[in-house]
């Protein structure tokens, strides 16, 4: 049994379980048992890390997890302040790592962790690196859109280019505290920029360069930028996006909102699309390369308290506007640095790549942060996965020799449906870590990850987290555990996660509910950008005492946490989170549309679709014209990603008699289970379900 600890194991005889058990038992330190394909439960499937994976790993076997993690939820402060001091401070933190009040019935919600310390984030990512030795290792391969060519920076050269940027924002009067939005692609000019507000204090707003010309401007009117960071245009794929174009778009609207912006810096990014050819409003706009390398590669650093913000993040709720999450200085550099080093087993050796954009947390956290901290050399990749073919990401992987590949389960599902041909054509031999996030991975998409991509040889770490926690929070340790594929397994350090029910209440054990966590962990993030009341009400209020994660879990027998979803009205397109009211308040906008209801359904890509229920204003003809301006009319105001996959015309909506929609209802006329409709006594005109069903497939 012994030598089974190599390998996944496949038991098929069921009679065998309880010694197997304890066999597991005795070998891991675990009340778990090996699977086998004739057992029903996925709970029981385990993969075991192999031996030689184990014996170099930093945290190597359950018991020293376990070591760990006790001291870290009993003695927070001694335990995280041990990791903190191994950051530069310029003055340390005062006389208590951290306090909270992570209750609403006793006061306002507050979180903080070293106050009174003095850093600087950018500093440790950079200057710290290259005093101790890392000048010349490369903090950046960049591989463009088109294969053939690709461009480096070392950590030496990555602090200049920062350097300049910053006495440029300096120079232009950009202060500690002041805001600066980019919305650039995967260039590396996107965290340099990024470092180069870090560096002088001021609060970065990155703005995923897919959002359209409306979102930029709403995120443009919440925060009131200084400067505007973008480029011209990137292509992805055969497509060019002409990004300052949209940029101009936005400074219309927001414009008309009362917010003008002075000054649009803008990177020409020649391979997609000449200067000459894009548009241009003297005085405002600035090309990058006539201003930028004028300036001194050095910068003196803007030394901030551990409690100042670092960035705001705009991401989707389920109701109204999206939430600007704020995260702070030193919490959240200890915070993301911890994570992605015991997450990934990193090693200075390591090339990391994570195909997640700057535009969303995993890219600030697991991009930029987490890894440079770490002195990490990181992957930044320009293009799409599928182009030219399928098999990008392993010839990516073979060409920098990347060890550590971390990606989301929508990318490994589409490149699982294209064909195990296009990753066997390549060694993949470099690979010894895979990751997972943005949603819960399948347990078949799991094992194809392990089995093709990783040829059975490394672990992956599926994490859970999100831009609220700023880092990793629920994570295998991948020397440390077996894994269970689809399940993120145990909490980080740190982190205690509670499943609580409908009332509140904590449930142990083997169940199932609502995910929280109880009390604060240094990544947490401290507010909602001016609106510290929606922070409480949304996060803290639904389950006092705790912070509510908006996310459905169940923990098994054997205590591994499997996340299922979300319970808000969030869905979780191809991992990007999307509001339902978002999506239903651009369709409203459309003058045709009286009225519309979305809902999330299972698709087989991206993990979930937006399915709509539309109905028209009195008169208008539902035509398949129409359906496309109402399609054109999300993309334009959110997203292409936030485009509907199904248009469902309503004649009526399902409401209550106090005209509530009953999207229970809806939930199941999308997935077509007509069978599971329940209770529809209650509507006040039970006969719109019967329509609906009628025009299902029209
Ligand atoms: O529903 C969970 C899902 O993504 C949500 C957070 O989305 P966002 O803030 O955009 O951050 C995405 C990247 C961290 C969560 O509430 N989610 C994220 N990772 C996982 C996951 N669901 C299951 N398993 C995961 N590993």
Redesign the pocket.
Known sequence: FQNLKTTTCHFRHVESMSTLRSLAGKVTGLNAVVLGEALASEDDELVFPNDDFSRQALVPSPKKYLEMYKRSVEDPAGFWSDIASQFCWKQKWGQSVFSENFDVRVGNIKIEWFKGGITNICYNCLDRNVESGNADKIAIYWEPNEPGSQDSLTYSQLLQRVCQLANYLKDKGVKKGDAVVIYLPMIMELPIAMLACARIGAVHSVVFAGFSAESLAQRIVDCKPKVVITCNAVKRGSKVIPLKDIVDVAFVESTKNGISIDICLTYENESAMKRESTKWQEGRDVWWQDVVPKYPTTCAVEWVDAEDPLFLLY?SGSTGKPKGVLHTTGGYMVYTATTFKYAFDYKPSDIYWCTADCG???GHSYVTYGPMLNGATVVIFEGAPNYPDSGRCWDIVDKFKVTIFYTAPTLVRSLMRAGDEYVIRYSRKSLRVLG?????INPSAWRWFFNVVGDSRCPIS???????TGGFMITPLPGAWPQKPGS?TFPFFGVQPVIVDEKGAEIEGECSGYLCVKSSWPGAFRTLYGDHERYETTYFKPFPGYYF???GCRRDKDGYYW?T??VDDVI?VS?H?IGTAEVESALVSHPQCAEAAVVGIEHEVKGQGIYAFVTLVEGVPYSEEVRKSLILTVRNQIGAFAAPDKIHWAPGLPKTRSGKIMRRILRKIASRQLDELGDTSTLADPSVVEQLIALADR
Not at 436 to 440: A, L, N
Not at 462 to 468: G, K, L, V, Y
């Open positions: 991401t969303w947390i995993t997972s996030v943005g949603e819960p599926d994490t859970w987290w999100q831009t609220e993120a994660s908006g996310d996340l979803g979300r979780n991992g989170r």
